[in-house]
């Protein structure tokens, strides 16, 4: 029997296919999703195929976003179009709603995947799903998410070989032998599989959705042997926030305040290794890209796709002395790449307006030409891009007062006085509101884990017994943890009349940081301490919607 893969992962690429120009036949979808690929710190640079082949082909979403900077609350958020508050998915754990019986029960049934199969899509998932997919007290292999014809899951997370695949249900197990096992190449292969059997056995009656999710970028960046000894005099961007601790900056939230500061000699140079491996593990999707790109064009298909790459969320190496890791509210871990090209989309392109990981699902029904759910919170950027397409973003005008930052510029010294205040508050910040295009405001939200298995026992003395409480901690970067239940966060991300980062984390203090990303780009200034008190207030209001927010809410603050 013909058996194809299907997973969500980390890069995303989205192609979409209509059967000829002119014809009413909707059009295939196909998805790329990477693990872990940043957009801030060069993470796209290695993929000269993908860039070509589809960036320089269509559109670059120069602002896009992931709403919650960790794997499985992230995915769930592509898969449904929903925040995290909404999918209730809240980490990487089964406590933490990851793959659990109430995702099972509930959500997993209302994705994308399931609106175009009901619409008569041909689907096919190949890859990286939710962390404790497959696990035996969480369905196991035998269980295939609804919605999907061809299922590769991969079960747990990323790896690259010694892994187990979910194929419609039974289990195949991989090892260590390149030619056979390395998870990147296997995911091309069932792809073009999927592809020339779509060809020869549906005859475009039908079009289909097709997801692929390589492990590459993620940990443990296990390059192909091909391409082990590529980018040898690469290091990791030395950003003004690289290794940074100064001690004029103004204090970040608990985590970042923890011990050691700095990384050592030592912790440089494993971090430079992860950056180079990280580039060479994002060639083998470049080979990806190319081939089945290629393939569709030899199958006549190319000329009538859409194809749409990002990633679930970015990743941090060294900045202000965090590790590796992501699961933080800056730009380093919230942004990320996003192509997409496609029929009636203009080449070269480049898109400001802001695009966000739960704007996906909705995207994809109306490439599909399905009216997607009112309670996606996400929008349709179609209208953004494909010259054609019909708008079903339409919302009530929302009327806010308007925040003055222009004034936030960095302090030379810590004396210097800053004035942020509010403008007059009768002024609305939104005019004309109409869909995704004034959409200013949105919101990144994260729930803090602390899991002692995750973390090195050697670090059980140091961190005074407190692993319950903190996660990642790892012996070799001197017990540095990249998280911790106080890392526990919501923040609004405005882009538009400002462009802006405020952020409260429910710690003992609610603690606040505040950026202005323009005049400070690599967020070194916490200028909280300087807003005025109804500023503040003002931010906590909009906030406190979006966190409550459900569907057409949600972009109507």
Same mark, same amino acid.
């Given at each position: 029997?013909?058996?194809?893969?299907?997973?969500?992962?980390?890069?995303?690429?989205?192609?979409?296919?209509?059967?000829?120009?002119?014809?009413?036949?909707?059009?295939?979808?196909?998805?790329?999703?990477?693990?872990?690929?940043?957009?801030?710190?060069?993470?796209?640079?290695?993929?000269?195929?993908?860039?070509?082949?589809?960036?320089?082909?269509?559109?670059?979403?120069?602002?896009?976003?992931?709403?919650?900077?960790?794997?499985?609350?992230?995915?769930?958020?592509?898969?449904?179009?929903?925040?995290?508050?909404?999918?209730?998915? #809240?980490?990487?754990? %089964? !406590?933490?709603?990851?793959?659990?019986?109430? =995702?099972?029960? +509930? &959500?997993? *049934?209302?994705?994308?995947?399931?609106?175009?199969?009901?619409?008569?899509?041909?689907?096919?998932?190949?890859?990286?799903?939710?962390?404790?997919?497959?696990?035996? #007290?969480?369905?196991? %292999? !035998?269980?295939?998410?609804?919605?999907?014809? =061809?299922?590769? +899951? &991969?079960? *747990?997370?990323?790896?690259?070989?010694?892994?187990?695949?979910?194929?419609?249900?039974?289990?195949?197990?991989?090892?260590?032998?390149?030619?056979?096992?390395?998870?990147?190449?296997?995911?091309?292969?069932?792809?073009?599989?999927?592809?020339?059997?779509?060809?020869?056995?549906?005859?475009?009656?039908?079009?289909?959705?097709?997801?692929?999710?390589?492990?590459?970028?993620?940990?443990?960046?296990?390059?192909?042997?091909?391409?082990?000894?590529?980018?040898?005099?690469?290091?990791?961007?030395?950003?003004?926030?690289?290794?940074?601790?100064?001690?004029?900056?103004?204090?970040?939230?608990?985590?970042?305040?923890?011990?050691?500061?700095?990384?050592?000699?030592?912790?440089?140079?494993?971090?430079?290794?992860?950056?180079?491996?990280?580039?060479?593990?994002?060639?083998?999707?470049?080979?990806?890209?190319?081939?089945?790109?290629?393939?569709?064009?030899?199958?006549?298909?190319?000329?009538?796709?859409?194809?749409?790459?990002?990633?679930?969320?970015?990743?941090?190496?060294?900045?202000?002395?965090?590790?590796?890791?992501?699961?933080?509210?800056?730009?380093?871990?919230?942004?990320?790449?996003?192509?997409?090209?496609?029929?009636?989309?203009?080449?070269?392109?480049?898109?400001?307006?802001?695009?966000?990981?739960?704007?996906?699902?909705?995207?994809?029904?109306?490439?599909?030409?399905?009216?997607?759910?009112?309670?996606?919170?996400?929008?349709?950027?179609?209208?953004?891009?494909?010259?054609?397409?019909?708008?079903?973003?339409?919302?009530?005008?929302?009327?806010?007062?308007?925040?003055?930052?222009?004034?936030?510029?960095?302090?030379?010294?810590?004396?210097?006085?800053?004035?942020?205040?509010?403008?007059?508050?009768?002024?609305?910040?939104?005019?004309?509101?109409?869909?995704?295009?004034?959409?200013?405001?949105?919101?990144?939200?994260?729930?803090?884990?602390?899991?002692?298995?995750?973390?090195?026992?050697?670090?059980?003395?140091?961190?005074?017994?407190?692993?319950?409480?903190?996660?990642?901690?790892?012996?070799?970067?001197?017990?540095?943890?990249?998280?911790?239940?106080?890392?526990?966060?919501?923040?609004?991300?405005?882009?538009?009349?400002?462009?802006?980062?405020?952020?409260?984390?429910?710690?003992?203090?609610?603690?606040?940081?505040?950026?202005?990303?323009?005049?400070?780009?690599?967020?070194?200034?916490?200028?909280?301490?300087?807003?005025?008190?109804?500023?503040?207030?003002?931010?906590?209001?909009?906030?406190?919607?979006?966190?409550?927010?459900?569907?057409?809410?949600?972009?109507?603050?």
């Amino acid at each position: 029997m013909f058996q194809v893969m299907t997973s969500s992962a980390i890069t995303l690429f989205l192609l979409v296919t209509v059967t000829s120009p002119g014809e009413t036949s909707r059009p295939n979808i196909v998805l790329i999703l990477t693990d872990d690929q940043d957009a801030a710190l060069g993470g796209a640079e290695p993929l000269e195929q993908g860039k070509k082949l589809i960036a320089d082909q269509g559109a670059q979403f120069v602002n896009a976003y992931a709403t919650t900077p960790i794997c499985c609350p992230s995915r769930a958020s592509i898969l449904t179009g929903r925040y995290l508050h909404n999918t209730e998915v #809240r980490n990487n754990s %089964v !406590e933490g709603g990851c793959n659990d019986q109430s =995702w099972r029960d +509930g &959500l997993e *049934g209302k994705t994308f995947a399931t609106h175009l199969k009901n619409a008569g899509y041909r689907t096919m998932y190949a890859g990286k799903y939710l962390n404790q997919y497959g696990k035996a #007290r969480e369905g196991g %292999v !035998e269980h295939v998410p609804p919605g999907w014809d =061809w299922w590769a +899951g &991969l079960v *747990g997370n990323s790896r690259y070989y010694n892994y187990t695949l979910s194929i419609n249900g039974k289990a195949e197990e991989h090892g260590d032998n390149y030619t056979t096992d390395y998870l990147t190449d296997v995911i091309r292969r069932k792809s073009i599989q999927f592809i020339s059997h779509y060809v020869n056995t549906d005859t475009g009656a039908n079009p289909f959705l097709m997801v692929l999710a390589p492990p590459a970028c993620h940990a443990p960046f296990t390059p192909a042997p091909q391409y082990e000894e590529m980018f040898k005099n690469k290091t990791a961007p030395r950003t003004p926030a690289f290794n940074r601790d100064q001690a004029d900056d103004p204090k970040k939230h608990w985590l970042m305040e923890t011990n050691p500061k700095l990384l050592s000699k030592e912790n440089i140079e494993i971090v430079d290794e992860v950056f180079r491996n990280r580039w060479r593990t994002l060639l083998s999707v470049d080979d990806l890209i190319e081939k089945v790109v290629h393939t569709l064009a030899s199958y006549g298909l190319l000329d009538n796709t859409y194809i749409l790459f990002t990633s679930d969320h970015g990743y941090h190496l060294g900045q202000f002395g965090m590790p590796l890791d992501k699961r933080l509210p800056y730009e380093f871990d919230i942004k990320v790449p996003f192509w997409i090209r496609g029929p009636n989309i203009t080449a070269n392109q480049k898109e400001n307006i802001p695009v966000l990981s739960i704007d996906i699902a909705p995207t994809i029904l109306d490439l599909a030409g399905i009216p997607y759910s009112p309670v996606m919170d996400g929008l349709s950027f179609a209208s953004l891009v494909v010259s054609n397409s019909s708008d079903q973003n339409k919302t009530t005008p929302a009327v806010s007062v308007q925040v003055n930052i222009t004034e936030n510029d960095i302090p030379k010294d810590k004396d210097q006085k800053l004035r942020v205040g509010l403008n007059n508050s009768s002024s609305s910040i939104i005019t004309n509101y109409t869909g995704i295009q004034g959409r200013h405001d949105f919101l990144v939200e994260y729930s803090g884990e602390g899991s002692e298995h995750t973390s090195s026992p050697d670090c059980k003395g140091q961190l005074r017994d407190d692993l319950m409480n903190l996660a990642e901690c790892d012996s070799q970067f001197q017990c540095k943890c990249q998280d911790s239940r106080n890392n526990t966060y919501s923040c609004l991300r405005s882009i538009g009349q400002e462009d802006s980062l405020f952020c409260q984390f429910q710690d003992d203090t609610s603690f606040q940081e505040m950026y202005s990303i323009n005049q400070d780009p690599f967020q070194l200034t916490n200028i909280a301490n300087l807003l005025k008190n109804e500023t503040i207030q003002h931010y906590l209001k909009i906030m406190g919607m979006l966190k409550k927010c459900k569907g057409a809410e949600c972009n109507n603050v």
